[in-house]
């Protein structure tokens, strides 16, 4: 199993940004590349994904900075993405994004969705007018061995 952080430095307040990320219906403005739109359908949101329709589910929490966004083909079957939202300062906010491959998932749909949500990651840089990615990558000997 797969299991990449994504680190961001945005240039705005922290509950500014958590209140932004919090709200489900904007997840197509700041992770259009994964998903495309939200709908609430009988009582449970849906998403038009890159990797298809998708339930979601958010749950959330302002005193800690908490987003732990699930999402996948059945309620039954989602994946956890934890989203965490810390004040540097109080005009800069660092935001982790992991993005961990569900059980079924391919390397290369795995590989796919950690793109897109790099891409995610640079829009919330344009979003809040400045900031910086930080992305780990695996050491060059853990690759090798197929450790990551």
Avoid at 98 to 110: C, G, K, L, R, T
Wanted: overall charge negative.
């Amino acid at each position: 199993m797969h299991i990449r952080p994504i680190a961001v430095t945005v240039s705005a307040p922290r509950d500014t940004v958590f209140s932004y990320l919090a709200d489900i219906e904007n997840l197509p403005k700041w992770a259009g590349a994964w998903c495309e739109q939200v709908s609430l359908q009988r009582g449970r949101w849906w998403a038009l994904t890159a990797e298809g329709e998708q339930v979601l589910d958010m749950e959330t929490s302002a005193g800690t900075g908490v987003i732990d966004l699930r999402a996948g083909p059945a309620p039954e079957r989602m994946t956890l993405v934890p989203i965490r939202v810390l004040a540097l300062s109080s005009r800069r906010t660092l935001v982790n994004v992991i993005v961990i491959e569900s059980p079924d998932q391919s390397a290369e749909a795995y590989g796919l969705r950690h793109e897109r949500w790099l891409t995610a990651a640079r829009g919330l840089i344009r979003r809040f007018s400045g900031g910086e990615l930080h992305v780990a990558e695996p050491a060059a000997e853990f690759l090798a061995l197929g450790l990551n």
